[in-house]
Nanobody, 121 residues
Framework: QVQLVESGGGLVQAGGSLRLSCAAS????????MGWYRQAPGKQRELVAA???????NYAASVKGRFTISRDNAKNTVYLQMHSLKPEDTAVYYC???????????????WGKGTLVTVSS
C-alpha cells in the first residue's frame, strides 16, 4: 500500500505565501516524477509543477517565477513553495507521484486527497 499525504494548505491574502508538502509512504522501491496539480471550482485539473528524480523541473506558465517545486528523496517528500499568491490560485492542490512498489517491475501513478488553498483579495 502506498499513500500520499499533503499538508500546508489554508487561507492566505493575495500577495502572501504558502508552502505545501506531500509525503509518500508505504512499500516504496523508487519514486520517479513527482508533481503538483490543482483544480479550481468548475475547472479541469491542471498541472502546476513537476520534478523528476534527478531534479529537473517543469512549471505551468501561470505560476512560473512565483512557485518553486523541490523534493527530498531521502524523505520521499515533495514541496511546493508558493509566493505572490493571487485569488486565481485558489484551488484544491493535489500531489502526484509515479511510484514503483517493492516487488513490482513497473511504476504507477498515485494521488493524494488534496489540500485546499484559498487566496483572498
Amino acid at each position: 500500500q502506498v499513500q500520499l499525504v499533503e499538508s500546508g494548505g489554508g487561507l492566505v491574502q493575495a500577495g502572501g505565501s504558502l508552502r505545501l508538502s506531500c509525503a509518500a509512504s508505504g512499500s516504496i522501491f523508487s519514486i520517479n516524477a513527482m508533481g503538483w496539480y490543482r483544480q479550481a471550482p468548475g475547472k479541469q485539473r491542471e498541472l502546476v509543477a513537476a520534478i523528476t528524480s534527478g531534479g529537473s523541473t517543469n512549471y505551468a506558465a501561470s505560476v512560473k517565477g512565483r512557485f518553486t517545486i523541490s523534493r527530498d528523496n531521502a524523505k520521499n517528500t515533495v514541496y511546493l513553495q508558493m509566493h505572490s499568491l493571487k485569488p486565481e490560485d485558489t484551488a484544491v492542490y493535489y500531489c502526484n507521484a509515479e511510484i514503483r512498489r517493492v516487488g513490482e517491475w513497473y511504476g504507477m501513478d498515485y494521488w493524494g486527497k488534496g489540500t485546499l488553498v484559498t487566496v483572498s483579495s
